[in-house]
């Protein structure tokens, strides 16, 4: 029997390499045999401009334009004279890099031209590419592709990729070089092994089910370790919309009574004039959003209207979109005028925007909120903590007008932020993509089906469906449409 278990262990062990082995793209602009090349650095005026090239012509694109010279060493920077193939016209004097296949990036033969990065010489060069046979100008993303082809790069990190050379922020820039350095699909490989494992024990147990010599916690072993993968995928799914808020930003909302200091609150945060900033209550109505780096983290700032009942119709409006907008909020920065708490309008607020958020449980599912007393320049010094004491309701005292309180607040917001979007920093790999959360999602729903105490066949189909799902989260069997969304994301060049 032990012979037999073990060689189903080792065909299942085999399958899930089986199932991540990246297709071929087949014919289309992806056909594998031709070569090509772009420009990888910016567009524009700049002091050098990389162009590479990738595939079996590369090594004849180099010695067309060396005029034939060896090849440098495998990587490693040469300086060469670049000549028109054609006219033997000096293009430029530039460093020269070989990256013979499979050890570069995209696994085919490649060349990197460093060259001074004048509109001139760059389109010269590119021109003197064009002219050798076999050589064509890339698409968009095609260098990539192509890694992603030859198993050079899995699609979570092709995805890692194309989030490092999109952030704009210190936080997105982490979460990205994680996912590029491939912990997400680390994560998942670990994952569909247990799964295989587990597989290999219940179709020994189909097998040999009847065989006296089979070990009793096959089965058992088995089972608990899908409840444990059930468990994990869990709490990775209750996380999934961090990783998403944190590569397309969180969602804050500025609200309050009017006349508090919300416009204020804005221009202060994003260090621009956002918004009317105005002594006359109800000046801002629409909702107006600028995309602000707070902390390293990416945010929509939303500046909504002042919430208050009786108003004309147009402000009525702009009330009703601020309370939408509200519920849209990832985090909301209630705003009160320190000096007016007792008003109707700072009441109201209170009673109905703050003190519900405060008491749900504080998950980081639920919207989170940060109340903020603005104004506290004109409380007198002493009964500044006493009054707003009486909310009950945890709060920062802030001045937009004199920046007291703005430390504070800064401080506060990077924890709120870290909670909302997850500390890229530390912890587990975060989904980054809806994508991911759906794979992962499919595969606990899979898993829920698999109850080999009723049926050994059904759970052992549940495991391979669950398999699946993990495969092409890191791009097993992925359908071309989905790459071309994927890829869509690169530039040329890249
Ligand atoms: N004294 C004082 N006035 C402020 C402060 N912040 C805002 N204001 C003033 O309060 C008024 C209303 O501000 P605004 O930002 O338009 O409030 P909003 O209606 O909530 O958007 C304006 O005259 C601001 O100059 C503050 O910290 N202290
Ligand atoms: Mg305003």
């Known amino acids: 029997m032990w012979r037999g278990l073990s060689a189903l262990a080792t065909r ?15 014919a289309g602009p992806w056909a594998p045999g031709s070569t090509i090349f772009a420009l990888s650095s910016g567009q524009g005026r700049c002091a050098i401009a990389v162009i590479r090239t990738s595939g079996p012509a590369s090594g004849l694109a180099l010695r067309s334009l060396t005029a034939s010279r060896e090849p440098p060493p495998a990587r490693s920077a040469c300086l060469r004279l670049l000549r028109h193939p054609r006219s033997g016209e000096p293009l430029d004097r530039a460093l020269v890099l070989w990256f013979p296949g499979p050890q570069s990036f995209t696994g085919e033969d490649c060349v990197e031209l460093h060259v001074h990065g ?3 010489v760059v389109s010269g060069v590119l021109q003197a590419l064009g002219s050798v046979p076999g050589l064509r100008p890339a698409e968009a993303g095609e260098f990539t592709r192509r890694a992603f082809a030859h198993g050079k790069l899995s699609l979570t990190e092709v995805e890692g990729l194309a989030d490092l050379i999109h952030a704009e922020t210190e936080a997105q820039r982490r979460q990205a070089l994680r996912q590029l350095d491939g912990e997400l699909g680390q994560l998942c490989r670990g994952w569909a092994e247990t799964l295989t494992k587990a597989l290999a024990h219940v179709e020994a147990y189909i097998d040999f089910g009847e065989d006296d010599h089979l070990e009793e916690d096959v089965l058992e072993q088995a089972d608990k370790d899908v409840r444990a993968l059930e468990a994990a995928l869990g709490s990775h799914l209750r996380d ?3 990783g998403q808020r944190l590569r397309s930003g969180a969602h804050i909302v500025v609200a309050g009574p ?4 919300k416009s204020s609150l804005v221009n202060l945060l994003s260090r621009k004039p956002v918004s009317i900033v105005s002594p006359e209550p109800g000046t801002t109505r629409d909702v107006l959003e600028t995309p602000v780096d707070l902390a390293g983290f990416p945010v929509l700032l939303s500046d909504t209207a002042g919430l208050r009942e009786g108003v004309g119709a147009v402000e009525q409006e702009g009330v009703r979109r601020a309370r939408q907008r509200l519920e849209q909020a990832d985090l909301v920065l209630g705003v009160l005028d320190a000096s007016d708490l007792a008003s109707p309008s700072s009441r109201s607020f209170l009673d109905t925007v703050a003190a519900p958020l405060v008491a749900q449980s504080p998950d980081s599912c639920g919207q989170r909120l940060l109340l903020l007393l603005n104004k506290s320049d004109l409380l007198p010094a002493r009964t500044a903590d006493s009054d707003a004491a009486l909310l009950g309701l945890p709060y920062l005292l802030l001045s937009c007008r004199t920046g007291a309180g703005l430390d504070g607040l800064l401080q506060a917001l990077k924890t709120e932020l870290a909670a909302v979007c997850g500390d890229p920093s530390t912890g587990p790999p975060l989904l980054t993509r809806a994508r991911h959360q759906h794979h992962l999602q499919g595969c606990l729903d899979a898993l829920r ?7 050994l066949a059904l759970a052992a189909e549940a495991l391979r469906l669950a398999r699946r799902h993990l495969s092409h989260l890191t791009g097993g069997g992925g359908t071309e449409e989905i790459l071309d969304l994927i890829f869509r994301d690169f530039c040329v060049g890249k």
């Open 118 to 120: 004048g509109p001139a």
């Open 12 to 26: 299942a062990a085999r399958a899930p390499r089986r199932l991540c082995a990246r297709r071929s793209s087949g």
């Open 449 to 455: 089906h698999y109850q080999p105490a009723t049926d």
């Open 240 to 242: 999934a919309r961090r």
């Open 258 to 261: 009017p006349n508090a200091g």
